[in-house]
Structure formats: structure tokens, C-alpha cells
């Protein structure tokens, strides 16, 4: 099985290429959304996170705005909460890829893929792309997103251009959804192929 990391800037249409590729029948591991359900009602990190950052969980899991407060722009906060979440997402990923081992390819669908070294061992990394002016547009359309909160994840994010130089493959998102589709299905028949 050959895994490919799939990666992108906040706000660049990575999630819209992951669904894509699942409707491709592309078995796709989202990172994001094993830390929501680790984060979650009941999610496995709620008692190591409210230890770590007491007031910042409650029935509904973990209370982002406010454990967003605590870490956003705290490099050692930050940090201590990767130590916790990280661990837990990678024994997901291991579990997605025994489960899909007899298949020709799987994506792992990283936000932080060169941030956090996991490019390497990869056969190859799709980066989304997208202008500045639409990523911008897009970000702040979010419910809770501000100008500031926008540049605060921007600055811990590898630049746009940095992700473009380094990848094997870009995927522009910034046209008509069907373009990008096209552009997707020969990307799959192509790493499906090799």
C-alpha cells in the first residue's frame, strides 16, 4: 500500500479534496477529525486534558474557545497539549492503515503534515492550494473567526508557498468544484497506477 499525505493551510479546500477522494473510494484517515472524537462527548483525552487545563472540558467534551484561549500563541501550552493528543491520533492512524492494508493506496489527511515532520515515509504528499484573498474569504466566513485568530494560526502554519516547493502534487482549489474533481480522479489513477 503506498500512503500519501494530504495536507494544506487553513482554509484551502483540503477538506472538500478529502471528500473527493473518499468518492473515489479512497480510503482517507482525517487527523482533524480523530481529534474531535477523541475531544468529544465521552472522548478518551477529556480527563488527560481537564488535568492538564482545569475548566476547559464539560458534557459536551472539550470547550475549544476556551482551551483555544489557554494555548493559542503559548508556544508551551501548545506543546503540552500535542503531547497529550498526538500520541492518541497516531494509534488511530495505525489502526486505519491495518484496517485498509490490502488496498492500493490510503490518504492520511494531516493539517500540520510538514509541521509536524509526518511528510516523511510517505510515497508521496498532495498539497491543496488556493490564492491568499480566497483563503483569507473562506477562513473568516467561519462562525468565532477573527482577523487575529486567522494570523495566530497562520504563524504556526508552514507558509503556502514552503507546502507548494516541498510537494509531490498540488491541487488547486481556488475554480469550479468540478475542475478540481477532474483534476483529483486523474491524480488517483495516476498514484493508483505507479
Known amino acids: ?5 494530504l495536507t494544506g493551510s487553513i482554509g484551502m479546500g483540503k477538506s472538500a479534496v478529502a471528500t473527493m477522494l473518499r468518492r473515489l473510494h479512497v480510503p482517507v484517515f482525517d487527523a ?15 480527563p488527560a486534558i481537564e488535568a492538564r487545563f482545569p475548566g476547559t472540558t464539560g458534557p459536551k467534551g472539550v470547550d475549544r474557545a476556551k482551551l483555544g484561549a489557554m494555548v493559542l500563541g503559548n508556544t508551551e501550552e501548545l ?8 500520541p ?9 492503515l491495518r484496517a485498509n492494508r490490502s488496498r492500493r493506496i490510503a490518504v492520511l ?32 466566513r467561519r462562525k468565532g473567526m477573527t482577523e487575529m485568530k486567522f494570523r495566530q494560526i497562520l504563524r504556526r502554519q508552514v507558509p503556502d508557498r514552503i507546502k507548494r516547493a516541498r510537494a509531490d502534487h498540488i491541487i488547486e482549489t481556488a475554480r469550479q468544484k468540478s475542475r478540481t474533481f477532474a483534476d483529483v480522479r486523474r491524480l488517483v489513477a495516476c498514484l493508483s497506477a505507479r
Open 88 to 96: 492518541a491520533v497516531g494509534r488511530m492512524r495505525c489502526r486505519f
Open 32 to 46: 482533524d477529525a480523530a481529534v474531535h472524537q477523541l475531544q468529544g462527548p465521552d472522548g478518551a483525552l477529556l
Open 1 to 5: 500500500m503506498k500512503i500519501i499525505g
Open 109 to 140: 489527511d494531516v493539517p500540520l503534515l510538514y509541521e509536524t515532520k509526518g511528510a516523511k515515509g510517505m510515497a508521496a504528499v498532495i498539497v491543496v492550494s488556493a490564492p491568499f484573498a480566497v483563503q483569507r474569504r473562506r477562513v473568516l
Open 79 to 86: 506543546r503540552a497539549l500535542e503531547r497529550i493528543v498526538h
